[in-house]
């Protein structure tokens, strides 16, 4: 079966901690949620020379914090859904939370999905945009627009990708949501 992580190795124990903030519970039923917290002889015992960063990654009770938010599943495996401190900072100092700009992103009628990812040594955010083909190709044919065809008289959607207009009108509706959000 695909869609998890698997479960326990004999090493190893597992437990889920309680998320309040985010409405994840180990007592959520039918399926148990929470912050993914590993204890036993295969974990790592710290940072090298960082003691900060060593407390910030154990609880109390020594049980290693994932920072994954799993679900068990019913045949005892567990499924990654969530992550609990999902931000990360730009160059410049900024916190960017993902997760809620992709959620004002897919708001988009041309968007399907949406990934936005940056890094700590640029100033910027990318987004991977996976455009609605059938609503783009929807517009397309609502706009009247003159974009080339296949031997079929179809639009593919490698052309929908391509086109400008197309570019322009996701781009514009993202600029859009922005503002609104």
Not at 96 to 122: C, D, R
Not at 127 to 146: M, R
Not at 156 to 173: C, K, L, P, R, V
Request: glycine share 8%; with cysteine; net charge negative.
């Amino acid at each position: 079966m695909s869609g998890h992580v698997g479960g326990p190795l004999a090493c190893l124990k597992i437990r889920l901690r309680d998320i309040d903030e985010m409405k994840y519970h180990a007592t959520d039923k039918p399926h148990p949620r929470g912050e993914i917290c590993f204890k036993g002889a295969s974990v790592f015992s710290g940072y090298f020379k960082a003691p900060e960063k060593t407390q910030e990654a154990f609880d109390e009770d020594g049980w290693l914090l994932s920072g994954d938010v799993g679900v068990v599943r019913p045949n005892g495996s567990i499924k990654i859904v969530d992550r609990v401190k999902n931000i990360f900072k730009l160059a410049q100092g900024e916190y960017i939370a993902p997760e809620k700009i992709e959620n004002v992103f897919v708001q988009s009628a041309f968007i399907e999905q949406v990934w936005v990812h940056g890094n700590s040594e640029m100033a910027y955010t990318v987004a991977v945009v996976v455009p609605d083909f059938k609503a783009c190709t929807k517009w397309i044919a609502q706009q009247q627009l003159d974009i080339p065809r296949d031997e079929e008289g179809g639009i593919t959607n490698s052309q929908i990708s391509g086109s400008e207009a197309i570019y322009n009108a996701i781009m514009q509706d993202i600029v859009d949501l922005s503002k609104a959000n």
